[in-house]
């Protein structure tokens, strides 16, 4: 089975940056390169939406609230995936969670949780005014 792990969450003033990890291990069905992956998060009291994805090809989408301040990129040399976050606002705060799936080939649309199969147990970002 897939594992995800996140990393590089914490706490930060508006206007602050942020850069998450997540590093995809024990993939016994696809290689790394041919994952579509992506970050969601998920406020107190809220539906988990989704933030940014990239496919195989490196093609990136962004959530309305997101873009412009945020870069999804990948590493497959490492099975790595980032999510830099700039201009941080307080509702930016949530739990965020990185998530893989190899049935997207091409990403064209903002992610919907439903698509994805392998999930990562999530690193918390707050955003204080």
């Known amino acids: 089975q897939v594992h995800l792990v996140e990393s590089g969450g914490g706490s930060v003033q508006t206007g602050g940056s942020l850069r998450l990890s997540c590093e995809l291990s024990g993939n016994t069905y696809s290689s790394f390169d041919v994952y579509c992956m992506a970050w969601f998060r998920q406020a107190p009291g809220k539906e988990r939406e989704g933030v940014a994805a990239i496919d195989r090809d490196g093609n990136a989408f962004y959530s309305a609230d997101v873009k412009g301040r945020f870069t999804i990129s990948r590493d497959n040399a490492l099975n790595t995936l980032h999510l830099q976050m700039n201009n941080l606002k307080p509702e930016d705060t949530a739990m965020y969670y990185c998530?893989?799936?190899?049935?997207?080939?091409?990403?064209?649309?903002?992610?919907?949780?439903?698509?994805?199969?392998?999930w990562g147990q999530g690193t918390q970002v707050s955003v204080s005014a």
């Open positions: 998530a893989a799936t190899p049935d997207i080939a091409t990403i064209a649309t903002i992610p919907r949780k439903r698509f994805f199969r392998s």
